[in-house]
């Protein structure tokens, strides 16, 4: 058994480990800290950070809530709306647990609850983190209030939080203030501002994130100072036609909430003739030996498995 005693599959307690932490941050995450820890001097709080994609922000909204939150015996629930990103966070927990920030505590208990992990039913109150999916956890707010039950304060993380627009997550965020009376809530996005009307909802007329944004750095900044890679784009027509049938409202959520209605998103991920093209697209005329080394976004971890597959074949096709 490894440092970490498991509870569940997805309920551990962590160990911190003794010593510094030996992931140094980047100037930007530790001038984000900086500015979370300025804030954080008020009793309640609704602030974004905003860092492009690639450049930490759930490292560092954990590396700033371990010494500030759990350190000091106050709970976080974390909320996502994907699986793995929800792992993601779990993770960035346990393995940036050290005895350098985290100086009072021998252990806490983190657990993740979502329909592909654990129930919200097994929540028990002494859990000092939660990583809950929204939808797990607006169909169980009476196990939230459990868990609530005795506090005065609460870290709150909305990952992706241009989502948080969408009224069931409106829904969590009344429900939660409701209850406790110091809520200190942040957001991490990397697009904080889709159309006019998403900026309303964030930061305008009847705004969630009142105290506006806490730390912003953007992409040329972070390209510039060798942080993050210089994009070289080059795009494929595939000809492949998809969500004919999609009405006003579908189209209008893939528009401001980058949500992909969940049949269509499973036919793209299937689509033979679209992922034959891509992974062809990649090794024709030696562009894989052009590339080198790639890292692949794909629409979902079903695309993610079955374009791996696909690579795989071909690869094995070629030697």
Same mark, same amino acid.
């Given at each position: 058994m490894d440092e970490n005693t498991v509870l569940s599959k997805n309920a551990k307690t962590v160990k911190v480990k003794q010593g510094k932490n030996p992931r140094p941050l980047y100037p930007h995450q530790v001038a984000a800290i900086a500015e979370l820890n300025t804030i954080n001097k008020q009793?309640?709080?609704?602030?974004?950070?905003? *860092? %492009?994609?690639?450049?930490?922000?759930?490292?560092?909204?954990?590396?700033?809530?371990? %010494?500030?939150?759990? @350190?000091?015996?106050?709970?976080?629930?974390?909320?996502?709306?994907?699986?793995?990103?929800?792992?993601?966070?779990?993770?960035?927990? /346990?393995?940036?647990?050290?005895?350098?920030?985290?100086?009072?505590? /021998?252990?806490?208990?983190?657990?993740?609850?979502?329909?592909?992990?654990?129930?919200?039913?097994?929540?028990?109150? @002494?859990?000092?983190? *939660?990583?809950?999916?929204?939808?797990?956890?607006?169909?169980?707010?009476?196990?939230?209030?459990?868990? *609530?039950?005795?506090?005065?304060?609460?870290?709150?993380?909305?990952?992706? /939080? =241009? =989502?948080?627009? /969408?009224?069931?997550?409106?829904?969590?965020?009344? =429900?939660?203030?409701?209850?406790? %009376?110091?809520?200190?809530?942040l957001g991490l996005t990397a697009t904080p501002f889709r159309t006019s009307e998403q900026e309303q909802g964030l930061l305008g007329k009847e705004p969630l994130f009142t105290d506006d944004i806490v730390y912003k750095v953007d992409l040329d900044t972070l390209i510039k100072r060798g942080i993050l890679s210089t994009p070289d784009f080059e795009s494929y027509d595939t000809d492949i036609l998809l969500g004919d049938e999609l009405g006003l409202s579908a189209i209008k959520n893939i528009e401001r909430l980058d949500l992909i209605p969940e049949d269509i998103a499973e036919h793209i991920a299937k689509n033979k003739t679209r992922n034959s093209f891509i992974v062809k697209t990649y090794f024709e005329n030696d562009n894989h030996k052009k590339y080198g080394q790639t890292l692949v976004f794909a629409l979902s971890r079903l695309h993610a498995i079955t374009l791996k597959n696909y690579l795989r074949i071909t690869v094995k096709s070629t030697v």
């Open positions: 009793d309640l709080f609704n602030t974004l950070v905003v *860092l %492009p994609t690639g450049a930490g922000k759930t490292m560092t909204a954990t590396r700033w809530l371990l %010494p500030t939150a759990i @350190d000091n015996k106050k709970k976080v629930l974390w909320v996502a709306h994907r699986h793995l990103l929800l792992e993601q966070a779990a993770d960035s927990f /346990a393995v940036n647990a050290f005895s350098d920030i985290v100086l009072n505590r /021998a252990s806490f208990k983190y657990r993740i609850v979502s329909g592909q992990h654990d129930r919200p039913i097994h929540i028990k109150h @002494d859990d000092d983190i *939660l990583v809950v999916s929204k939808d797990s956890i607006i169909r169980n707010m009476d196990r939230l209030d459990e868990w *609530l039950t005795g506090e005065n304060e609460l870290y709150f993380v909305i990952d992706e /939080a =241009h =989502h948080a627009t /969408a009224r069931s997550y409106r829904r969590i965020i009344e =429900h939660i203030k409701s209850k406790i %009376p110091n809520v200190k809530m």
